[in-house]
């Protein structure tokens, strides 16, 4: 059985950085993509960002391009979400998910695609 735990919010001012992290454990997370999502209060749960099982292929929400860089260590069992240049309106929690399916990351922003969520870690940007 997978789990997962986020780690690495915070509170941050507006053009910070925070870098947050997926830990896996009770299997190896190697076979699995991996979603970033977030969801702020009052609204639905949105895909912020996918990698693919290899790290081959990634995938970005219009909202983050440029700004977020999802990344993986599958030796040490985690995923990454950098996130640069911070705004007010990125405040969330901040889940991360994990399918194993031979699809690829197709349909990465489909809540429901996935079988494994972590707990989420909040993320505030504000002065």
């Known amino acids: 059985q997978l789990q997962l735990v986020e780690s690495g919010g915070g509170l941050v001012q507006p053009g910070g950085s925070l870098r947050l992290s997926c830990t896996a454990s009770?299997?190896?997370?190697?076979?699995?993509?991996i979603g970033w999502f977030r969801q702020a209060p009052g609204k639905e749960r949105e895909g912020v960002s996918c990698?693919?099982?290899?790290?081959?292929?990634?995938d970005y929400a219009d909202s983050v391009k440029g700004r977020f860089t999802i990344s993986r260590d599958n030796p040490k069992n985690t995923a990454y979400l950098q996130m640069n240049s911070l705004k007010p309106e990125d405040t969330a929690t901040y889940y991360c998910?994990?399918?194993?399916?031979?699809?690829?990351?197709?349909?990465?922003?489909?809540?429901?695609?996935?079988?494994?969520w972590g707990q989420g870690t909040q993320v505030t940007v504000s002065a």
């Open positions: 998910a994990a399918v194993s399916r031979r699809q690829g990351v197709t349909g990465w922003t489909t809540v429901s695609l996935y079988d494994y």
């Open positions: 009770g299997t190896t997370l190697r076979a699995y993509i």
């Open positions: 990698i693919s099982s290899g790290g081959g292929t990634t």
